[in-house]
């Protein structure tokens, strides 16, 4: 059982930049085996992936997101970070930290949706962004 703790949420206002944290423990196998991921929801809209990086360090992002946010590991804190920058009030939502795998290389999925699906998830964070 592998438990994430989100920090880092907020308020800003449209063009500002937040950085969330994901803090990770009790993982059963090596922090670094295990892909790891944000994604996010409002009230009444499906969760939607966000941006994930695998074993390796290898990004993927959802394209309502590319060049605007920056996700990384820092496997010897077992800390997932996302830097967002130039944010937009439909960035508005609940983060959540997520992760996957454990057991050898983690490669992320093809769809950044996926995220949504990994088997170990956060409570989750504000983000609210004005206009």
């Known amino acids: 059982q592998v438990q994430l703790v989100e920090s880092g949420g907020g308020s800003v206002q449209a063009g500002g930049t937040l950085t969330l944290s994901c803090a990770a423990s009790?993982?059963?196998?090596?922090?670094?085996?295990?892909?790891l991921g944000w994604f996010r929801q409002t009230p009444g809209k499906e969760r939607e992936g966000v941006a994930g990086i695998d074993s390796g360090g290898t990004p993927l992002y959802a394209d309502s997101v590319k060049g605007r946010f920056t996700v990384s590991r820092d496997n010897a804190k077992r800390t997932l970070y996302l830097q967002m920058n130039s944010l937009k009030p439909e960035d508005t939502a609940v983060y959540y930290c997520a992760a996957e795998g454990g057991v050898g290389y983690c490669y992320m999925p093809v769809a950044a949706d996926l995220i949504a699906a990994f088997r170990y998830r956060g409570q989750g964070t504000e983000v609210t962004v004005s206009s």
């Open positions: 009790g993982a059963r196998y090596d922090y670094s085996n295990y892909c």
